[in-house]
C-alpha cells in the first residue's frame, strides 16, 4: 500500500532523510518511532505530497506521490503535527470547508461531515470555533479532517501529543479500530504506544532506518541472551555458584537481597530454555524460589540501544567478546 | 472549478469572521464618500462661478468623476495590501498550509481560489461606492459609459494589485512584513513614472509603460484601449504565475 524507496530529502546542506526505505502492507499500522528531528516529520511530509523528495520515490495507493500527486493526496489522509484549523471557523464549517476541498460530492457532506463528528466524538463542539478548543478537541477534529474522504492510507504525525492519558487510551483505540480498512503510518516518540498499536516498527535516527519489525520481534532480536530474573531463598548458601553451574548459562549476577532472599539475573544462550534445569537445582537443594520469570528488553532499552551509537558499538563489542 | 470556488467561499469569509473585510470596506467606502463630498462641493463652486459666462458649461465627466476615480485609485494604494497580506502568511503561520497542500488541490486551484476571494471583498468595495454614481445619475447628467469603464479600470487595476499582494504575502510568514512590503511595492508602481517628466523619450515611455496607476487614467476619460487591456490582464497572469512558482519553491525547500 505505502513504498517508500530509497528516499533522500535535503534542506540545503542539511540531510533530514537519508536514503530509507520500506513498505508498508495494506490494513497495516506502522509505528514510527524516533527522537526528535530524526526525520519523522519530514519522511510523512513526502508521503503525503505536502514537499517533494530530493531523491528517491514515495508510492502511496498505487500512485507516485510526485508523479500522480492528485491521485495519491485523494487516498491519503494527513494528520500534521499541530492540527490545520482555520481558528475563526466553528467546527463544522471547518469540517464542512474540508468535505469539499476533498471532492466530497455536493449531497453526500453534511452527511459525511455528522459522521465524522459522531466517530471522533465532537458533534457536541460542533458550533464552537476551532480557536476555542482545547488541544484534544482540536486533534480530534483534525483526525476528522484526515478521515473526511475515507482514504486508503492515513498518515498521523504524533496524534496523541499532548494529550491527557484518557484521551491517549480513547485516540488509540480509534486508531486501532480504523486498521484493517485503512493503511496506517504513525509517528511518535512514545514507546509503549507503538507495542499497544502497532504491527510494526520503523526506526529512524539521524535520517536513517535502523531497526524495521515487530515490536516482539524487536525485543527478542535485540537481547544476544536470554535474561531470567530468580529469587531465590538459599538461607545463606551460596545459589550463585550452584546457577552458574546449570548447563547454558553464561552468567550470573545479583539483583537485588531481601532478608536471607536474593534475587539473580542469569544469562544464558540464545534460544536455550534453562527454566527447569534452573528450577530443578534451585528446588533439588531444598532452597526456595520464589520468583523466576523472563527478563525482555524493554523498548525504552531497545530504542536507546538502536538510536545511540556509542551503545551499539559496545553492545557490538560484547558480542564479538562472547 | 468547484475547488476553486471552495476556497474562494473560504477566503471570503475569513475577511468577514474577523475584522478585517469590515475596515476594509468601511475605511474605502468613508474615504472615497470623503473625496466625493469635497469633489461635488468644488464642483458646485465652479458652475457657480462659470454658470454666468458665455458657453461655460462645467464637464462633469471631466471636473468631478475623472479626479474621484484617480483619487480612489490612491486609495486602493493604502487599502489593498490589507486584504492581502494575509492570504498566505496566516496559512503558513496556522500550518493550514498543509492541510492544503496535502488535498486533492493543485496549487493553481489554491491561488486562484485566494485571488477570486480578494476580488470579491473588493468588487463589494467597489460596489458600495456606487450609491455616489447614483446620486450623480439622479441629479446631474454624467456619461455612463465613462462611469462604466471606470470602474472597469478599477476592478482591472485591483486585480494587478491583488495578484502582486499574493506573490508578497506567498513569500513570507509574517503578516507585518507582507502587508509592509505590499504597500512600498504598491506605492512604487504607483510614482515610478514620476521622473518620466524630465527624462528621455525612451526612458520616459519605459516608466509610463511600468506604472500601474498611470494605464488608469485612460479609463477615467471613457476610452477603453486595448493596449491598457493587454497591460493589465497580463500583470495580473504573470502575479499569479509568480505566485505559483513561489508556492512551488517553498515546497522544494520545505
Not at chain 2, 200 to 218: A, K, R
Amino acid at each position: 500500500m505505502i513504498e517508500v524507496q530509497h528516499l533522500t530529502k535535503r534542506y540545503g546542506p542539511v540531510t533530514a532523510v537519508d536514503d530509507i526505505s520500506f513498505t508498508v502492507e495494506r490494513g497495516e499500522i506502522l509505528g514510527f518511532l524516533g527522537p526528535n528531528g530524526a526525520g519523522k516529520t519530514t519522511t510523512m511530509r513526502v508521503l503525503t505530497g505536502y514537499m517533494p523528495p530530493t531523491e528517491g520515490k514515495a508510492i502511496v495507493a498505487g500512485y507516485d506521490v510526485f508523479e500522480q500527486p492528485i491521485e495519491a493526496k485523494r487516498r491519503t489522509g494527513y494528520l500534521p503535527e499541530t492540527p490545520p484549523l482555520y481558528p475563526d471557523m466553528t467546527v463544522r464549517e471547518y469540517l464542512s470547508f474540508v468535505s469539499k476541498i476533498k471532492g466530497i460530492p455536493r449531497g453526500e457532506r453534511k452527511a459525511r461531515v455528522d459522521g465524522m463528528m459522531r466517530k471522533t466524538h465532537i458533534s457536541d463542539m460542533a458550533n464552537r470555533h476551532c480557536g476555542k478548543l482545547s488541544k484534544g478537541y482540536r486533534q480530534r477534529v483534525g483526525l476528522a479532517q484526515a478521515l473526511m474522504h475515507n482514504p486508503d492510507v492515513l498518515i498521523l504525525d504524533e496524534p496523541t501529543a499532548g494529550l491527557d492519558p484518557k484521551q491517549i487510551i480513547e485516540t488509540r483505540q480509534l486508531i486501532k479500530s480504523l486498521a484493517g480498512d485503512h493503511t496506517i503510518i504513525l509517528s511518535t516518540h512514545i514507546l509503549p504506544e507503538v507495542s499497544q498499536t502497532c504491527q510494526r516498527v520503523v526506526i529512524i535516527n539521524r535520517g536513517k532506518v535502523v531497526a524495521v519489525d515487530t515490536p516482539d520481534n524487536l525485543t527478542s532480536r535485540l537481547r544476544g541472551s536470554e535474561t531470567m530474573y530468580l529469587q531465590v531463598d538459599a538461607t545463606g548458601a551460596d545459589a550463585a555458584a550452584v546457577l552458574q553451574h546449570v548447563a547454558g548459562v553464561t552468567r550470573v549476577a545479583i539483583a537485588d537481597t531481601k532478608g536471607s532472599a536474593v534475587g539473580y539475573e542469569v544469562d544464558s544462550e540464545a534460544g536455550q530454555d534453562v527454566r527447569r534445569e534452573l528450577a530443578a537445582a534451585v528446588v533439588g537443594r531444598g532452597w526456595g524460589l520464589l520468583e523466576m520469570r523472563p527478563m525482555r528488553m524493554s523498548l525504552e532499552e531497545i530504542f536507546l540501544h538502536v538510536t545511540t551509537e556509542d551503545v551499539t558499538a559496545s553492545a557490538a563489542a560484547e558480542e564479538v567478546a562472547q | 472549478m468547484n475547488n476553486i470556488l471552495a476556497i474562494a467561499h473560504k477566503e471570503l469569509k475569513a475577511y468577514f469572521s474577523t475584522p478585517i473585510g469590515y475596515i476594509v470596506i468601511g475605511f474605502f467606502a468613508l474615504l472615497f464618500g470623503y473625496f466625493f463630498y469635497v469633489m461635488v462641493v468644488i464642483f458646485n463652486q465652479q458652475s457657480l462661478q462659470l454658470g454666468g459666462l458665455e458657453g461655460g458649461n462645467v464637464d462633469m465627466n471631466q471636473q468631478l468623476i475623472r479626479p474621484l476615480f484617480l483619487n480612489a485609485s490612491v486609495i486602493l494604494l493604502f487599502v489593498l495590501p490589507l486584504v492581502t497580506m494575509r492570504t498566505y502568511s496566516e496559512e503558513k503561520r496556522s500550518g493550514t498550509i498543509e492541510l492544503l497542500l496535502t488535498s486533492p488541490v493543485t496549487d493553481v486551484q489554491i491561488i486562484l481560489g485566494k485571488f477570486l476571494g480578494a476580488m470579491t471583498l473588493y468588487a463589494a468595495m467597489l460596489a458600495i461606492t456606487m450609491i455616489h454614481m447614483g446620486l450623480l445619475m439622479s441629479w446631474g447628467n454624467p456619461e455612463t459609459k465613462v462611469i462604466a469603464t471606470g470602474y472597469l479600470g478599477l476592478l482591472l487595476m485591483g486585480g494587478c494589485f491583488i495578484s502582486v499582494g499574493l506573490l508578497i504575502s506567498s513569500l513570507t510568514k509574517n503578516q507585518i512584513v507582507s502587508g509592509m512590503i505590499t504597500f512600498a511595492v504598491f506605492l512604487l508602481l504607483w510614482v515610478i513614472n514620476w521622473p518620466a517628466s524630465f527624462a528621455g523619450p525612451t526612458t520616459q515611455s519605459i516608466l509610463n509603460y511600468l506604472s500601474i496607476t498611470d494605464h488608469f487614467d485612460d479609463f477615467t476619460k471613457g476610452i477603453l484601449d486595448t493596449k491598457h487591456l493587454v497591460y493589465y490582464f497580463s500583470v495580473m497572469a504573470f502575479g499569479l504565475f509568480l505566485t505559483a512558482r513561489s508556492v512551488d519553491t517553498e515546497r522544494w525547500k520545505g
